[in-house]
């Protein structure tokens, strides 16, 4: 007989809309109301740009070859730049170019 009115009194209070708790989610209230939909749409647009970002990196990095955007050009100019300066001199400029036109090959 306990197990009948039990039965009873829960399907009884969950008509009602009543589950002992109050209203929402235990008696805190309707969840998150208006605050949870805005996170969510939040963390769904980071996602997205994420996957976004993720991509055209992706891309970038194959276009370039793989060397991060760098390319032999750049790293002669750069040492070019260094000679202009003063920071090595004539023989050192000579010899880092052999070994830079050596291993790395012009687009």
Known sequence: MNF?????GGLVSQWRGEWGHGPGMMGWGHGMSWFGPIIMIAFWIAVIVGIIFLIRWLVLSVRSGGHGGITGESLLDILRKRYARGE???????????????HIKPN
């Open 4 to 8: 009948i009115s039990i039965l009873i």
């Open 88 to 102: 090595i001199n004539k023989e050192e400029f000579a010899e880092k170019r052999r070994d830079l036109k050596e």
